[in-house]
């Protein structure tokens, strides 16, 4: 089977939407399933098989990402999916019209991923807009865009719950982005802490992701004051870049925590990463509008405990409370569990013994094995799963 995916970011950009990408390009192979991807160009990357770039400019005020061509794309879509079995459509720009577009000149089922939950984001990029009228427009369009593909995935409850509630009827399919464990399993944390000047004994809390105002990252800043009442020596890395940067380190500045605030960029997921997170010693979050939040099972699959707020996304995978631990959504307390933890290493040793055991089960190899089942019954071939996958209308 030969489907064709369609994005308006993928790597060398880094964030969530081009990770699941890569996860499910390299482990639907195992599964019979050939991936070919259309994406924008960055720059001179190498060519690569299976993956068509399209010329992009850089998006005015936001140089990370990639505008492409309305024309461009459109006629890259529909030549790259002439012998194509399904079109798979992974973000809402210019890449749903053109992979739409195509699958219905080709009589091709077409499905998408929901990645982002929009209606949260806007009002961060468009503050002089009413946030009510920003939401509500959000919603209209997720909801017109959805209902005109064949079904739609999620990757949590959370999503699926509140795309019904915009309207969506298509079946929604919750189906979370898997995890490469061997990846994390291996990292050196003394590497790490040589390299960017870090004591061996120093306790270090551990924020992975991109740089934006969304992650509330201010709130880690403000717990953080509270986590250093327990324990002084306590310090924040941010691992990571984005258009909330400069804001983040007046905020730190302001706070009087420039000692205890590290910003050290985007890593390499190969070797760099997977170092970080051995070196640390407590993975923190408090995003409230994450639609999965896979840097929390990197983390565990790493052997590294996560204390995170429960919201959206997330819940699926803090509720069981296996190598995690979820304060209230109150700066104090959430502070107060860092330090807590931090002083407390023997009380909370079974957390790190939970959270590898625990993210196997959300194995890269199981995910595309869904994924590879579902994309059959859309295309109406023969089901080669043995694990069918259900939906929610």
Known sequence: MRILMVSDVYFPRVNGVSTSIETFRKTLAGQGVEVRLVVPRYGDEPDEPGII????????????????????????????????????????????????????TLGLPVVATYHTLFEEYLQHYAPFLPSGWLKGQARALSRRQCNALDAVIVPSTAMQQRLNSYGVTVPLH????????????????????????????????LFVGRVAHEKNIGFL???????????????????GEGPAMDDL?????????????????????????????????????????ETQGLVLLEAMAAGLPVIALSEMGT???????????????????????????????????????EAPVYAQEWSDVAMAARLACLYREQAGLPIASERPLTAAA
């Open 53 to 104: 770039r399209v010329a992009g400019r850089p998006v005015p005020g936001d140089p990370e990402d990639r505008l492409v061509g309305w024309r461009a794309m459109h006629r890259t879509v529909l030549e790259a999916a002439q012998d194509c079995d399904l079109i798979h459509i992974q973000t809402p720009f210019i890449a749903q019209y053109a992979g739409l577009k195509a699958a219905r």
């Open 174 to 205: 919750v189906l979370p982005t898997g995890i490469p464990l061997a990846q994390f399993a291996g990292g050196n944390g003394q590497a790490f802490r040589y390299q960017h000047g870090i004591l061996s004994t120093r306790p270090l809390a």
């Open 221 to 239: 800043l403000e717990a953080l004051i509270h986590a250093r009442q327990l324990r002084p020596d306590v310090l924040l890395v941010v691992a």
């Open 249 to 289: 380190k007046a905020q730190v500045k302001n706070l009087g925590l420039r000692d205890s605030v590290q910003f050290i960029g985007y890593l390499d997921r190969k070797q760099a990463l997977p170092d970080c997170y051995a070196a640390a010693n407590a993975f923190v979050f408090a995003s409230r509008t």
């Open 315 to 353: 819940t699926d995978i803090l509720s069981p409370g296996r190598g995690a631990i979820s304060p209230p959504a109150e700066v104090k307390a959430f502070g107060e569990t860092l330090g807590n933890f931090l002083n407390q290493p023997s009380a909370w040793h079974h957390l790190r013994q």
